[in-house]
């Protein structure tokens, strides 16, 4: 056995040692990258569907709850409340939600899955503004006789009834979005979740 070929011997070990130590470096260098690429934690709890317990919320009262970033209202509408839904239709932009502002399981005169609860993205359809929770009834401010309550939003004056439906005249150019959601229990609704009717 030659010198040469004892040379030729340890060049090709050295050269495929330090080809296979490239490679695994490269791979330990690459990891921080492709996990970069992943959504990471936060992001993907904006996404997650958000639990919200309604047990303890009172006739009229609002409860709010964060979504994707988004704070969401859940109201819980009286009789008289779900009443006064009806009569006063014509005062509204789109009454029987032509726009597809809800899933279709909410696509009725209350926009929810149960009349007593409703649940809406609190943000205006005008310019991203959160309007205020004003459930009284005849407020002069608002229209008087033609105020059943609802959601008004001080930023550019839109109104909204107490199913999330946009007045007519108002800079507001749709019905709040409601998002798709499910009752897990009769206490318990999950919005970020599409089950359907209840």
């Known amino acids: 056995m030659s010198s040469q070929d004892v040379d030729l011997k340890k060049r090709r070990m050295l050269i495929l040692a330090t080809a296979g130590m490239g490679a695994v470096g490269a791979g330990f260098a690459l990891v921080p990258f492709i996990k970069a690429m ?6 993907k709890a904006l996404g997650a569907p958000e639990e919200v317990d309604i047990s303890k919320l009172e006739m009229g009262a609002l409860l709010r709850a964060k979504w994707r970033g988004k704070v969401c209202w859940v109201v819980r509408r009286s009789e008289q409340t779900l009443k006064n839904l009806t009569p006063y239709t014509e005062h509204l932009a789109d009454p029987n939600s032509e726009v597809p502002q809800q899933p279709e399981y909410c696509q009725n005169e209350y926009r ?6 409703f649940i809406a993205v609190g943000i205006c359809t005008h310019l991203g503004c959160s309007p205020t929770y004003r459930p009284k009834v005849g407020t002069a401010a ?52 599409d089950g359907g009717a209840a």
């Open 38 to 43: 992943n959504p990471s934690a936060r992001a």
């Open 112 to 117: 929810s899955i149960k009349p007593e609860y």
């Open 142 to 193: 608002l229209g008087g006789d033609n105020w059943h309550g609802g959601f008004f939003c001080a930023c550019h004056g839109s109104k909204f009834d107490l199913a999330g439906r946009v007045y007519s005249g108002v800079p507001a150019p749709t019905n709040l979005v409601i998002p798709k959601h499910e009752y897990l229990t009769d206490s318990t609704i999950v919005i970020g979740k």
